[in-house]
Each structure stands twice: as structure tokens, then as C-alpha cells.
Nanobody
Framework: QVELVESGGGLVQPGASLKLSCEAS????????MGWYRQAPGKQREVVAI???????EYADSVKGRFTISRDNVKNTVVLQMNNLKPEDTAVYYC??????????????WGQGTQVTVFS
């Protein structure tokens, strides 16, 4: 069984930094992309940043220059470093990964979500 375990998040003021971490645990044969999504109250879930198995990364325009995604392909972890946080970054952040539990096909997995609140 595969699980994405998240840590980090919290309550900060504008301009502060936070780091979110996510580890794929359990039966993990191979991991394709890993990334982070977020969902603010009353809004749809949106992509924040995605990291491929190589060095390719993609960011939402709203976080470019402020957030950095990185992953460790050996430990199957992905980290989202968030700097210069703004109130509009307030949301529940979800880790996402495409994982092959055993030889065969990839499946999409989601973490349980972690709250990030940026208040003035």
C-alpha cells in the first residue's frame, strides 16, 4: 500500500517562509512526477508546482520566483520551499505523485493535505 505523508504548513504572516515536505512510503517500485496542489476555500484545486523525474520543474504563475520545488528520487520525497508568502497563498496544500507500486502501471496518489494560512 502506498501513502503520501506530508509535513509542514502552519500559520504565518505575509513575507514569511514555510517548507512543505512529502514522502512516498509503502510499496513504491517507481515514481514518475511529484508535485503540490492547493485548494483555497470556495475555489477549485490548482497546481502549484510539479517536478519530473529529471530536472524539469513547472510552477503556477502566481508562485514563480517565490516557491521552489525539489525532490529526492532515492528517498522518494518532494519539498516545496515557500518564500515571501502572501495572504492569497492561504489554502490546503496537497502532495501529489504518480507512483508504480509494483511492476505494471502508474497510479495517482494524494496526500491528506496540510493547511497553510498567511494572515496580516
Amino acid at each position: 500500500q502506498v501513502e503520501l505523508v506530508e509535513s509542514g504548513g502552519g500559520l504565518v504572516q505575509p513575507g514569511a517562509s514555510l517548507k512543505l515536505s512529502c514522502e512516498a512510503s509503502g510499496s513504491v517500485f517507481s515514481v514518475n512526477h511529484m508535485g503540490w496542489y492547493r485548494q483555497a476555500p470556495g475555489k477549485q484545486r490548482e497546481v502549484v508546482a510539479i517536478a519530473s523525474t529529471g530536472t524539469t520543474t513547472e510552477y503556477a504563475d502566481s508562485v514563480k520566483g517565490r516557491f521552489t520545488i525539489s525532490r529526492d528520487n532515492v528517498k522518494n520525497t518532494v519539498v516545496l520551499q515557500m518564500n515571501n508568502l502572501k495572504p492569497e497563498d492561504t489554502a490546503v496544500y496537497y502532495c501529489n505523485a504518480e507512483i508504480m507500486p509494483t511492476w505494471g502501471r502508474y497510479y495517482e496518489y494524494w496526500g491528506q493535505g496540510t493547511q497553510v494560512t498567511v494572515f496580516s
